[in-house]
């Protein structure tokens, strides 16, 4: 058939300061294996930046993306990064 499901999941901001990474990790993992047999196309999104972010939810955010975007790929996952270049751009300086 022509039918083929779509599942995105929108990746949210608040956890990041209530949660270390390597839980967030743990949780998104568990969440991929749950989606995995579904038979849906999964596309994860990126954890998008907030504005006034301070240099350590900044430097987390970007970890946990750049971490996510790998898992994605090995798994044979879709990941949408939203692109926060200015973002990004300030933590390499």
């Known amino acids: 058939s022509d039918y083929y499901p ?5 990746v949210g901001s608040v956890e990041i300061d209530k949660r270390g990474t390597r839980a967030i990790k743990k949780d998104f993992k568990a969440l991929g294996r749950l989606v995995d047999g579904t038979g849906a196309q999964v596309v994860f999104t990126s954890i998008t930046a907030v504005a006034g972010m301070n240099k350590v939810r900044s430097r987390k955010t970007h970890l946990i993306n750049r ?18 270049k200015s973002v990004v751009t300030s933590l390499l300086e």
């Open 6 to 10: 779509l599942l995105m999941v929108q």
């Open 67 to 84: 971490w996510l975007k790998d898992e994605c790929h090995q798994r044979n996952l879709g990941f949408f990064y939203h692109g926060a």
